[in-house]
């Protein structure tokens, strides 16, 4: 036996499909009315499992068609369907000669055990071939019509609620950027989308849409764009997250601030984003930096001044007359000290502490 099934959802087709497999039938499938009839006329089939709302033909025009044609109108055809659930709309479907009208979902077991009795039926000579005047006709025209206004009505309805809920929902994200206390910076996919005010003002631009298309890393001084670089990269695995990290970022007159970095991924279903959250470096951070300077000894001081301005660790070990062991171990505790995980995190913090306030 052989099922015809109709719908414009990928997933409801296969999963009958599938599920008429399992119980050892023959399915093929349409993605909507005008298909199904090509293929139903080249290869009838012994049952259609339709839906009702579809592009270029709907179900019930699929089914008035069926119904017309006498190489297929003793084929039963049903309906399954999730959008069409209204008494009004079963009736029209039986009238036009649907041998049933099913409603999403329905129990597996349930669906299969309903469409037996329609072969059961079929096989009995119980198949339904309306027989209309022309006024019964073009009242079902009517009706057809009628119930398909009422659905596109509520449809472009429920779409207008949905856009304003959205644009509610957009307002409310602007809302709580602006009010954030860090600067914020949202980066898309062709570059920074949104900044807030307090990123404008940390970066000297002249309001938020001055940054507006120019990218994340273009802000980044240049000293930090490789570790920035590996940060973005983390950064495109969805839920990442990381601690804040601190850099050095540059300011529209070319002076440069010390901040922190943080970021949270932000999914979406056609594009991906990441926020970033921007801190100046406050007082209290620097003396947390000059207390664990203080923590060093003179070695560790002395290994410190050297890596800072570039020196490798074998001159190093040359200058202080120590092995390049030695220098690696001193090199290891002062970072662990100042909390730096990277050269260059080393040296920024190493220079800000000496830094003034640019503004």
């Known amino acids: 036996m052989k099922f015809l099934i109709v719908d414009d959802d990928e997933d ?34 012994d049952m259609i499992i339709s839906d009702v709302l579809m592009p270029e033909m709907d179900g019930f025009a699929l089914c008035r068609e069926v119904k017309a044609d006498e190489a297929l109108k003793n084929i039963p ?10 008494q009004k709309e079963e009736k029209l479907a039986l009238a036009l000669g ?20 329609v072969v059961e039926s079929h096989t009995k000579g119980d198949v339904s071939v309306p027989e209309q005047s022309l006024d019964d006709a073009m009242a079902l025209q009517r009706n057809h019509a009628a119930i398909l206004t009422r659905k596109l009505d509520k449809k472009q309805r429920t779409l207008a609620r949905k856009e304003a809920e959205i644009r509610n929902l957009e307002q409310q994200f602007r809302r709580v950027i602006e009010l954030s206390p860090d600067a914020v910076v949202i980066q898309g996919e062709n570059g920074i989308i949104m900044i807030n005010d307090n990123a404008a003002t940390l970066l000297g631009v002249a309001g938020p849409d001055d940054l507006i298309g120019a990218d994340i890393t273009d802000i980044i001084h240049p000293d930090d764009t490789e570790d920035f670089m590996k940060m973005l990269g983390d950064a495109a695995t969805e839920d990442a997250s990381t601690a804040p990290k601190e850099y050095v970022v540059l300011r529209r007159d070319g002076s440069s601030v010390d901040v922190e970095i943080d970021y949270r991924h932000i999914p ?28 060093l000894t003179r070695r560790e001081r002395e290994i410190m001044n050297m890596v800072v301005v570039g020196e490798t660790n074998k001159v190093i070990a040359r200058h202080l007359k120590i092995s390049d062991k030695t220098v690696e171990t001193h090199r290891a505790n002062l970072m662990r000290k100042l909390g730096a995980t990277s050269l260059a995190e080393l040296i920024r913090k190493v220079r800000l502490v000496d830094r003034r306030e640019t503004f």
């Open 268 to 295: 979406d279903d056609d594009n991906a984003g990441t926020q970033f959250a921007i801190r100046k470096i406050t007082t209290r951070k620097r003396q947390e930096i000059l207390e664990n300077l203080d923590r």
């Open 77 to 86: 055809l049903v309906f399954y369907t999730a959008t069409y659930t209204d």
């Open 12 to 45: 409801s087709r296969v999963f009958l499909e599938q599920a008429l497999a399992r119980a050892g039938y023959d399915a093929m499938s349409a993605t909507n009315g005008l298909e199904a009839l090509d293929k139903a006329r080249e290869a009838p089939p």
């Open 98 to 117: 649907a041998s049933r009208y099913f409603h999403k979902p329905m129990e597996l077991s349930a669906l299969m055990a309903s469409l037996m009795e």
